[in-house]
């Protein structure tokens, strides 16, 4: 069975260097949505907190050699799926961002843990327990 999935933008970003996880990320830049899709962020409002579902483009491939890693938070070796890490069977993020600005089909975003040119695979609201 295949899964079909499409890239509705890209990251933009100057900064070159980037903590490991949006938690602890103050860096800003700007999801570039292709403009074909730019109706679907209406209702996206500064202040807003969105999840980014994301492409991990850079990672190597994926081998059994990698269920095992050694985590960046924790310093311990784990399995891939109790960690963050990006090498990963699916190499597929997600991170939640701070929206700050909407111009376009362009959200100015804070909390960016993603390297420039980062292909965005879907945005989804982020909703706190218990809000509804």
Request: charged share 25%; glycine share 10%; net charge negative.
């Amino acid at each position: 069975m295949g899964i079909g999935l499409r890239t509705i933008g890209f990251v933009r970003t100057d900064a070159e260097k980037l903590p490991r996880h949006w938690s602890v990320s103050d860096v800003e830049g700007t999801l570039a949505i292709d403009e074909e899709y730019s109706e679907g962020l209406r209702d996206i409002e500064p202040g807003q907190r969105i999840v980014v579902i994301f492409h991990f483009h850079r990672s190597p491939e994926f081998s059994q050699e990698f269920l095992r890693q050694t985590s960046g938070h924790h310093g311990r070796e784990m399995g891939v799926f109790s960690t963050c890490s990006p090498i990963r069977p699916n190499p597929v993020g997600m991170s939640v961002l701070e929206v700050l600005r909407i111009a376009d089909a362009n959200i100015d975003v804070r909390r960016l843990d993603m390297v420039d040119g980062t292909p965005i695979l879907d945005i989804k609201p982020h909703i706190e327990a218990g809000s509804g």
